[in-house]
Structures are given as structure tokens and as C-alpha cells.
């Protein structure tokens, strides 16, 4: 045990020491990390999330009270007059205090109830977990969206900048009668669009930044580039472990797990008001509080009271078709969440995947067309080439150049999904990839994480026993602390032990 603390406090040293190293171009640049955390502090929707989970968890403590005995005390005072034929009339005054105690010995659907308190905690956490998922990898889109359109607008400018030096060659080359108007207004239409696409670039960096400053609630900040040739790879690479995982461990997945469980729950309390309810009833009034005895006059009675319900003109009936037909609508959902997980999760991998090769190729593109200008160029000096093909040459060399950018950040946000997909997506994976890409530049396949649930934020403390792992893919899922068995199918087969794990890590993000 001591060697897990050791490692994670390691795993912990190092996230601290990489929080504070100078990133490359940009000193004071907001890398991945930072913005996150800063937007997972700013979400009013995120805050809302773990406020409705907060009060989620009141289900345990108000279901077992409905178990526990209940004492109500009170107190009086009267006015007594009595009027009986040949006595005298008699008035006094009568106060005092009475004390009763109920103690519910049979109310199957308050044990039901109680049963049922644990899975709606479950989903409440569950559902903070998803929206932090969803929160990180929202701002993760309009981080990377903001460098993206940085690099457009950079792109851009280039290409104006080249666009501009060939027009004014072309000005001097027809001023010295070597030149046509024709080759003029090809250059002055391919200006044209270069300053298009720069205003293009501009208008949505503005945008960009704007939403990213909506999520992390901070304006002005810089932002730390993506270094060239940083492409991230999986491990494992067969996509149908991925899929698996996201079927059994997407958080859509395991929320409709416990809804089909909440809903079975409520099943059993419409059965159980067929049932009969049994209850220990005591009440002690001391002497003064007698009510009716002209006498102080103390009182105890104590009684076993069991109703049996006989007729309720079909209500209970009703409510049981009603919530046979929510369970039944619930396992639906499951199924739809079930297949939806496995479909998103093949269609992030093959991005991921597409993305790498796609990077790849447009790499050899830009280096390609960036020797093709340089060819046009110099034939174009040797008069063997016209203004027009190195207008041409330069517009391919350009727009290879921005479909690398957007390809780029495509392949870092299509991780990212995956990594949603299946419930793998929390500040610690955002940390890695910070790390990797911004810090390292350079990195290779990591070890395993040694951490535990003290590392992570907003994740429930579970104390289940483990289940061994079986599949490929490190399991990060969120899980309920539930001490029953629960008969389905996600939920069955998560790792639900907070303890740390000595095994290597399957999923690393890979910087080329």
C-alpha cells in the first residue's frame, strides 16, 4: 500500500511541477489545463449539477426515517364545564402534555423506498459527472476552435503577404512592358480573395475567443500554441474495445442503468400498496392532561395497528400498469443509450484514427506544394511559367495549409470525444494531454497512473468491492456506491473500488 501512495503522490508532484513549466512560445500563454479549470469554477450550469446532487442525497436520510420510530409531543390547556341533571354544574380549567411514539414494524413500500434512495443518489452523481464531462470537453472545443482560427488568421496574413509581393512584381513587370493587364487582374482577384479570407479569419478568431471567454469567464487571456507534428494516437487501436467500452461505461449507459433500476424500485411500491401495514403505536398522558375526566388522571396505551387495504376502486391497479409501463419505457432508453454509446464511439474512433493519416498526408501536401511554388517561381523568372500558374501554385500551397490546421485540431478534439464516450474524460486525462502535447512536445507511451479518488474532482467516494478488469481500456467511470446487487448490465461489470491500480495504462495519448 505504500508503494500505491508513493506513486500517486508522484503522479500528483509531477501535475504540480507541469501546472508551473514555461510552455513553449509563451511564458504566460493559458494552456489546456488552466482554461478548463478555470471554466469547470465559472459553469453556473456545472454549479447547478452539483447543487441538485447535493440535494439528491437527502433520498438516504429521508427514506430511513421513514423506518425509524417517530415521537410528537404537545401540550394543552381547557376549559371544562359539565351540566348533569341533579348535581351541580361543574367548571375547571385542565392543562398538560401528552407524549406518542409510532414505530413502523411492516411498510414494504417505505423498505422499497429505502432500497430505492441509494440508486437515485447514484444517478444524481452520475449526472454531475456527465455534465463535468460534457463542461470539459465543451471548452476543449472552443480552446482548440480559438487556436485554430489564430492560426487561420496567421495563415491568412501569409498568404495576403504572398499575394502582395507577386502583385507588385507583376506592377513593375507591366510597367517595364514584360507583363499583361490580364496577368494585373488575376493578381489583383486572387488579393482580393486573400483579403476575403483574411476578414473571414479575423471575424471568427473574434467569435472564437468570445466563446471561449463565455465558458472560462476570463477575457484577454493568451492562449499557449499547438506545437507542430503533435498528433495524438490510441492505444489499444482496435476500435471494437473502444466501442465495448463506451456500451458499458458511457455515462448515458449507466444512467439509464440505475433509471431502469429506480423505475423496477418503483414497480414494487405500486405492488406494495396492496400489502398490509403493520404499526407499534404507544401514548402516555400524565395526570393533568386527561381529556373528558374531571380528575387528573394519567393514561398510557400502547397498540399493534395493522391495515389491511380492501378495496381502492382500481387505483392500485392503474398505478402499477403506469409504472410497468415507465420500466418498460426505462429498458427502452437503456437499449437506445446502449446503441447510440457503441455508434458514437465507432464514429470518434474512426475520426481519431482518419485524423492521424489525414495529418499525415497533409503534411506531405504542404511540403509538396511548397516545393511546387518554389519551382513556378523560379520558372516564372525563367519565362517558362506565367503569373497565373504561381498564382495558382501559391493558392494550393495556401489552402493545403489550412485544411492542416483545422485537421490538426479535428484529430486532438475527435480524442477528446472518444474519451468521452467512454466516461474517460475528467481533469486528470486533461492534465495527460496538457502535458503531452503542450509541455513535452515530444512524448511517448506513459506508464499507468497510479492514482485514487482523492485525485479526482466531484467524484462520488465509493467503497463497493472491486471487479476484476477485464477489458482493455483503463475504466475511469463514475459508479454509485450501492451495497446491493444490482442485476443489469453495466453496472455489474464496473470496477466500483476506489483503490489504485498497479497495471499499465491502455489508453495514452501519443505525441508524434
Known sequence: MSVFRNRRFTWMTALAMLAVLPLPGRADAADLLSVVSDALDHDPALAASRDASRAAAQAIPKARAALLPHASGGWGRAYNGIVTEDFPTQHYWQSGWTVGLTQPVFNWSSWTAYRQADYIVARARLQTASAIQAAILSVSQAYFDTLAAD????????????????????????????????????????????QLQLLDAQSQVRLARAALERLAGKTGDALAPLPPGTVPTLQPADGDAWVTQAQTRGYPVQIGEVELQVAKFDTEKARAARYPNVDLQVTHTPAGAGGGYARPTTTTTGMLSVTIPILSGGEISAKVDEARAMEDKARDELDAAVRDAGAGARDAWLRVTAGQRRVAALEQVAQRTQAALDATRIGFGAGSRTSLDVLRATDSLYASRRDLIRARYDSVLALLKLLSQTAMLDVDEVARINAQLFVSGTAQPASAVTRSDSTRQDVPDLNMPAVAQTGPIREKAVVPDIPRTIPTRALNAMDMAPAVSTSTSNYVPIVR
Open 151 to 194: 492560426d487561420e488568421v496567421a495563415r491568412a496574413t501569409d498568404y495576403l503577404r504572398a499575394v502582395d509581393v507577386h502583385l507588385a512584381l507583376i506592377r513593375r513587370a507591366k510597367a517595364a512592358g514584360e507583363a499583361t493587364l490580364v496577368d494585373i487582374q488575376d493578381g489583383e482577384a486572387s488579393h482580393a480573395q486573400a
